[in-house]
């Protein structure tokens, strides 16, 4: 018998009951339903603050000895009375000296077989049969066996009967004796772990022989506050019904599992037992930006296996004591997001398509100038091997090689460990290898300038349009003299090509950036 602790409540508990519990790598119940072990019994408890304890963990046990008292029909059943109202079970051991029948005629000795029965009495109510039991095979010694007996609360006292079933014998050629050898009077260990999900395990250890056997769960883990609307399962958000207003979230929560990222960050944030809730309030964490992360992440893509999955998902165990902004900022890497502190909020910025918030020319720019860095190829890999945690081998690690072969030729074989983080889905281990191929071809250049305040509200994660001369022949950007609703006026005359299409970025007085066709005449111009 073990209680194991499972995880910080409340938990959803098992994913398929037994199906869910392995002993050194097997699963005790097959999907089929039958069994690899035999005797198992499991109480499991999610982790609430109330809730009760895990009976039959004994905490106290007197044991009275019966001196082998014979069981037999001639000699009646033997009653034995527990008066203790404390008791929650007993314990009755009956031993059987030796069991074997004698042929006769060649004396060879076979096995044989006797059947008892224990019966139980609350306050003088009845009897009732509580186990009755076949002792069979072969012995020559003492051979044991104990029965716990539930004694019903506030049945006390309690009678205890136990008498021989099989009928006595008449000749020396069957061994077959039953005596009661102990009345153990139990008193189990009442505690709950408030707040703890734990599982009290009971198997018979003589099937692993002389070591104790691994074990392992597989659960569905802490509950967190979700949208009202949102399926943990098929990670999708309804648009009527329950949460929901205007075909959108209505912004309140229910408690589910979930393996979607932005949320079991929120969870992070807001838990008062295990996460920052005692510093951080519901107003530090943006509930409105992590639902439009949230949609980004559940949005369903291909797999690599022909069928499609969530963008992001996060199956994780947090165990040990880390510095808070590492532990969210790692959490947050999981999702391609970063974390910082604004305005007294706990911010996430991810990176994800988003449209531009920001023009950027010589006009706003300190000096009209732009300063450019960029990776050397040398500092390049041309393949990440991806460490992820494969759920067909026991959520063992496993490698994912990710690698650019055009790049592979240029700079020939060279790699980079990386872990995707809470990663159990190998579709998901080569989008990530890719999205760093992608960000070390694309995304390895760096502008830096001086600007005025006019970018002083400038945040992590934001995209702003960069128009450079340098990287054109002639300048595209610049400041508006004047404007009206159908035109502009710019600060310098502009060449329209016959036959190009132009289009004119403008960023509004709300701070936004809008688009419009150009549809001006080929000319030279400073109205458009």
């Not at 009732?128 to 716990?148: A, M, N, P, W």
């Not at 408690?255 to 079991?264: F, L, Q, S, V």
């Not at 299409?501 to 458009?528: F, K, Q």
């Amino acid at each position: 018998k073990i209680i194991e602790v499972l995880s910080e409540g409340e938990i959803e508990g098992l994913v398929d009951g037994l199906k869910s519990v392995f002993f050194d790598g097997t699963p005790v119940q097959n999907a089929d339903g039958t069994f690899n072990f035999k005797g198992v019994a499991l109480e499991f408890r999610e982790g609430t603050p109330s809730q009760s304890y895990i009976p039959n963990f004994t905490s106290q046990e007197n044991t009275r000895s019966l001196d082998n008292r014979e069981i037999s029909q001639q000699l009646g059943a033997v009653v034995q009375t527990i008066s203790d109202a404390d008791v929650n079970r007993a314990r009755v051991t009956l031993g059987i000296p030796q069991l074997f029948y004698t042929n006769p005629e060649n004396g060879d000795m076979k096995s044989s077989s006797v059947t008892v029965k224990i019966e139980l009495q609350s306050a003088g109510g009845g009897y009732s049969t509580i186990v009755e039991h076949t002792f069979s095979g072969k012995c020559t010694s003492l051979y044991q066996k104990s029965f716990d007996i539930p004694l019903p609360a506030g049945g006390d006292p309690w009678d205890i009967r136990v008498s021989r079933v099989t009928p006595d014998r008449t000749t020396s050629n069957y061994q077959d004796k039953v005596v009661w050898v102990s009345l153990g009077e139990v008193i189990d260990a009442k505690l709950s772990y408030p707040d703890t999900a734990v599982v009290g395990l009971t198997v018979d250890a003589k099937q692993f022989g002389s070591k104790i056997a691994t074990r392992g769960y597989l659960i569905r883990g802490i509950k967190c506050e979700i949208p009202t609307n949102f399926d943990p399962v098929t990670r999708t958000y309804a648009t009527s019904g329950p949460g929901t207003s205007g075909g959108v979230w209505d912004g309140t929560f229910v408690r589910a599992w979930t393996n979607e990222p932005a949320w079991i960050f929120r969870e992070l944030c807001l838990n008062q037992r295990w996460g920052l809730g005692r510093r951080l309030g519901v107003n530090n964490v943006d509930k409105w930006s992590l639902y439009e992360i949230s949609l980004h992440n559940s949005e369903h893509v291909p797999d690599g296996l022909g069928g499609t999955e969530p963008r992001y998902t996060l199956n994780v165990v947090l165990n040990t004591r880390e510095q808070a902004f590492k532990v969210i900022s790692t959490l947050a890497s999981s999702f391609r997001s970063n974390v910082y502190w604004s305005t007294g909020q706990v911010t996430l910025v991810q990176d994800s398509p988003r449209d531009a918030s920001r023009l950027i020319t010589l006009s706003n720019v300190e000096d009209e100038i732009i300063d450019y860095e960029s990776a050397d190829i040398e500092d390049k890999v041309s393949a990440y091997i991806v460490a992820w945690n494969d759920p067909d081998d026991e959520y063992r690690l496993a490698y994912e090689v990710v690698e650019d072969t055009e790049l592979r030729q240029l700079i020939g074989w060279k790699t980079k460990d990386v872990v995707a983080y809470g990663c159990t889905s190998r579709g998901q281990a080569v989008r990530f290898g890719k999205r760093l191929l992608n960000d070390q071809a694309y995304a390895s250049n760096a502008a830096s300038w001086k600007a005025g305040f006019d970018q002083a509200d400038l945040t992590p994660g934001v995209v702003v349009k960069l128009k450079d001369p340098e990287f054109t022949t002639n300048r595209l950007g610049g400041r508006l003299l004047s404007a009206t609703t159908t035109s502009v006026v710019l600060d310098e005359e502009v060449t329209l090509e016959a036959g190009e299409l132009y289009t004119l970025d403008l960023m509004m007085r709300d701070g936004t950036v809008e688009s419009r066709t150009v549809t001006t005449a080929a000319g030279i111009t400073d109205t458009l």
